[in-house]
Protein backbone atom coordinates (compact mmCIF):
# COMPACT_ATOMS: atom_id res chain seq x y z
CA UNK A 1 0.00 0.00 0.00
CA UNK A 2 1.56 3.56 -0.94
CA UNK A 3 0.18 6.56 0.67
CA UNK A 4 0.36 9.95 -1.11
CA UNK A 5 0.63 12.87 0.73
CA UNK A 6 0.39 16.94 -1.13
CA UNK A 7 1.75 19.91 0.43
CA UNK A 8 2.28 23.41 0.20
CA UNK A 9 -0.58 24.86 -1.08
CA UNK A 10 -2.08 28.23 0.12
CA UNK A 11 -3.65 31.58 -0.78
CA UNK A 12 -1.40 33.77 -2.87
CA UNK A 13 -1.75 36.96 -4.66
CA UNK A 14 -1.77 37.19 -8.46
CA UNK A 15 2.22 36.93 -9.76
CA UNK A 16 2.99 35.29 -6.65
CA UNK A 17 5.08 32.04 -6.00
CA UNK A 18 4.51 28.68 -4.18
CA UNK A 19 5.92 25.17 -4.11
CA UNK A 20 3.63 22.02 -3.36
CA UNK A 21 5.36 19.11 -2.40
CA UNK A 22 4.48 15.46 -2.79
CA UNK A 23 5.77 12.79 -0.67
CA UNK A 24 5.28 9.11 -1.19
CA UNK A 25 5.54 6.46 1.46
CA UNK A 26 5.12 2.86 2.06
CA UNK A 27 6.15 1.58 -1.42
CA UNK A 28 9.12 -0.57 -1.69
CA UNK A 29 9.82 0.01 -5.21
CA UNK A 30 11.02 3.44 -6.62
CA UNK A 31 8.73 5.53 -8.08
CA UNK A 32 9.17 5.77 -11.90
CA UNK A 33 6.87 8.38 -12.54
CA UNK A 34 5.14 11.52 -10.97
CA UNK A 35 2.27 13.79 -11.87
CA UNK A 36 0.70 16.98 -11.04
CA UNK A 37 -2.58 17.75 -11.80
CA UNK A 38 -5.02 20.05 -11.07
CA UNK A 39 -8.77 20.52 -11.03
CA UNK A 40 -10.84 23.67 -11.10
CA UNK A 41 -14.80 24.06 -9.84
CA UNK A 42 -17.13 22.46 -12.09
CA UNK A 43 -14.06 21.38 -14.50
CA UNK A 44 -12.36 18.16 -15.29
CA UNK A 45 -9.07 17.13 -13.71
CA UNK A 46 -5.97 17.91 -16.15
CA UNK A 47 -2.45 17.33 -15.72
CA UNK A 48 -0.34 19.89 -15.23
CA UNK A 49 3.29 18.08 -15.52
CA UNK A 50 4.73 14.73 -15.42
CA UNK A 51 8.17 13.56 -14.68
CA UNK A 52 10.05 10.96 -15.05
CA UNK A 53 13.04 8.78 -13.15
CA UNK A 54 15.33 10.72 -15.26
CA UNK A 55 14.13 13.52 -15.04
CA UNK A 56 12.31 13.96 -18.83
CA UNK A 57 9.13 16.82 -18.18
CA UNK A 58 6.24 17.64 -19.51
CA UNK A 59 4.06 20.48 -19.46
CA UNK A 60 -0.01 21.73 -19.91
CA UNK A 61 0.47 24.61 -22.35
CA UNK A 62 -0.91 26.84 -19.98
CA UNK A 63 1.81 26.77 -17.66
CA UNK A 64 5.00 26.11 -19.87
CA UNK A 65 7.68 28.64 -18.40
CA UNK A 66 5.63 29.48 -15.23
CA UNK A 67 5.76 26.16 -13.02
CA UNK A 68 8.76 23.45 -13.01
CA UNK A 69 8.41 20.41 -11.56
CA UNK A 70 11.15 18.25 -10.25
CA UNK A 71 11.68 15.27 -7.84
CA UNK A 72 13.78 14.04 -5.33
CA UNK A 73 14.52 9.92 -6.11
CA UNK A 74 16.09 9.05 -2.72
CA UNK A 75 13.18 10.65 -1.00
CA UNK A 76 10.12 9.60 -3.00
CA UNK A 77 9.37 13.32 -3.40
CA UNK A 78 7.93 15.34 -6.16
CA UNK A 79 7.98 19.26 -6.65
CA UNK A 80 5.95 21.60 -8.21
CA UNK A 81 7.35 24.73 -8.29
CA UNK A 82 4.60 27.53 -9.23
CA UNK A 83 5.68 31.10 -9.93
CA UNK A 84 4.10 34.04 -11.75
CA UNK A 85 1.08 32.74 -10.66
CA UNK A 86 -2.51 33.75 -12.34
CA UNK A 87 -6.43 33.52 -11.13
CA UNK A 88 -6.68 30.83 -13.54
CA UNK A 89 -4.07 28.70 -11.52
CA UNK A 90 -6.86 28.24 -8.63
CA UNK A 91 -7.46 24.91 -8.05
CA UNK A 92 -7.05 21.94 -6.18
CA UNK A 93 -3.60 20.41 -6.79
CA UNK A 94 -3.42 16.50 -6.92
CA UNK A 95 0.10 14.45 -7.43
CA UNK A 96 -0.49 11.30 -9.03
CA UNK A 97 2.36 8.65 -8.18
CA UNK A 98 3.95 5.41 -10.68
CA UNK A 99 1.72 6.36 -13.47
CA UNK A 100 2.76 6.04 -16.56
CA UNK A 101 5.10 8.52 -19.13
CA UNK A 102 5.32 7.62 -22.77
CA UNK A 103 6.20 10.08 -25.66
CA UNK A 104 4.24 9.64 -29.30
CA UNK A 105 4.51 11.92 -31.90
CA UNK A 106 1.85 14.49 -30.93
CA UNK A 107 3.82 14.81 -27.37
CA UNK A 108 4.60 13.16 -23.85
CA UNK A 109 1.62 11.86 -21.78
CA UNK A 110 1.26 10.47 -18.38
CA UNK A 111 -1.33 8.25 -17.49
CA UNK A 112 -1.93 8.09 -13.89
CA UNK A 113 -2.12 5.04 -11.53
CA UNK A 114 -5.73 4.72 -9.73
CA UNK A 115 -4.65 3.86 -6.39
CA UNK A 116 -1.76 6.17 -6.12
CA UNK A 117 -3.57 9.25 -5.46
CA UNK A 118 -2.78 11.64 -2.87
CA UNK A 119 -5.71 14.04 -1.17
CA UNK A 120 -5.25 17.40 -3.07
CA UNK A 121 -3.95 20.69 -1.91
CA UNK A 122 -5.88 23.85 -2.37
CA UNK A 123 -4.09 26.71 -4.43
CA UNK A 124 -6.17 29.88 -4.23
CA UNK A 125 -4.81 32.70 -6.57
CA UNK A 126 -6.77 36.16 -5.45
CA UNK A 127 -6.02 40.04 -5.16
Known amino acids: QVHVVESGGGLVQPGGSLRLSCVAS????????WGWYRQAPGKQRDLVAA???????TYADAVKGRFTISRDNAKNTAFLQMNNLKTEDTAVYYC?????????????????????WGQGTQVTVSS
Open 26 to 33: GSMFSINA
Open 96 to 116: NAAGDYGCSGSGCYYVPRDDY
Open 51 to 57: ITSTEMT
